[in-house]
Nanobody, 115 residues
C-alpha cells in the first residue's frame, strides 16, 4: 500500500520557520511529481508548491521567495522549507504524489502561525 507520511508541522511565531518532510513508500518516487498543498479552515485546498521528477519547481504566488520545495530521490522524501511565516500560512499541509492518472495523498500535518 502506498504511504505518504508528513512530519514537521507545529506551532510557530510569525516570522519563524518550519521544515516539512514527506516520506513515501511503495512508489517509484523519482518519477513522480511531488507537491505540497494546504487547506485552511473554511477554504479550499490549494497548491503551495510542486516539483517534477527533473527538479523544476512551481510555487503559489503567496509563498514565492519564502518557501522552498526540494526532493531527495535517494530517501524517497520531499521537503518544504517555510520561512518568514505569517498567520495566513496557518493550515493543514498535505503531501501529494502524482503521475498520469495516479495521485496519492498524505494524512496532513497542521501548521499554526501565531504569537
Amino acid at each position: 500500500q502506498v504511504q505518504l507520511v508528513e512530519s514537521g508541522g507545529g506551532l510557530v511565531q510569525p516570522g519563524g520557520s518550519l521544515r516539512l518532510s514527506c516520506a513515501t513508500s511503495r512508489i517509484t518516487f523519482s518519477i513522480y511529481t511531488m507537491g505540497w498543498y494546504r487547506q485552511a479552515p473554511g477554504k479550499q485546498r490549494e497548491l503551495v508548491a510542486d516539483i517534477i521528477s527533473g527538479g523544476s519547481t512551481n510555487y503559489a504566488d503567496s509563498v514565492k521567495g519564502r518557501f522552498t520545495i526540494s526532493r531527495d530521490n535517494a530517501k524517497n522524501t520531499v521537503y518544504l522549507q517555510m520561512n518568514s511565516l505569517t498567520p495566513e500560512d496557518t493550515a493543514v499541509y498535505y503531501c501529494n504524489a502524482r503521475i498520469f492518472r495516479n495521485t496519492y495523498w498524505g494524512q496532513g500535518t497542521q501548521v499554526t502561525v501565531s504569537s
